[in-house]
Nanobody, 114 residues
């Protein structure tokens, strides 16, 4: 059974930084990534890292966010710098396995506010 355990959300001022972590167990991941959903909006891809190292970012976070992965720990990280109010959302970890099954974390709230 796949389990995703997220941590690292919270309240931060504009311009600040946060680091999200997602530890995956029970899955041989092909893609590990982060999505977010703001109130009244659809869930959107933030960043993903694909087996072999290819990385995709949403245009809105390019240059500010960095996704990385520790293969030994099967953990994916999202370093978020220069945070803006519009980054406020619930952030969800997502893992896709090699036969395209998709798994979600419970979500962690990120609030950017002064």
């Amino acid at each position: 059974q796949v389990q995703l355990v997220e941590s690292g959300g919270g309240l931060v001022q504009p311009g600040g930084s946060l680091r999200l972590s997602c530890a995956a167990s029970g899955s041989n991941a092909y893609v590990m990534g982060w999505y977010r959903q703001a109130p009244g909006k659809q869930r959107e891809l933030v960043a993903e890292i694909i087996s072999g190292g290819r990385i995709n970012y949403a245009d809105s976070v390019q240059g500010r966010f960095t996704i990385s992965k520790d293969n030994a720990k099967n953990t994916v990280y999202l370093q978020m710098n220069s945070l803006k109010a519009e980054d406020t959302a619930v952030y969800y970890c997502n893992v896709k396995d090699w036969i395209s099954r998709s798994y979600w974390g419970q979500g962690t709230q990120v609030t950017v506010s002064s």
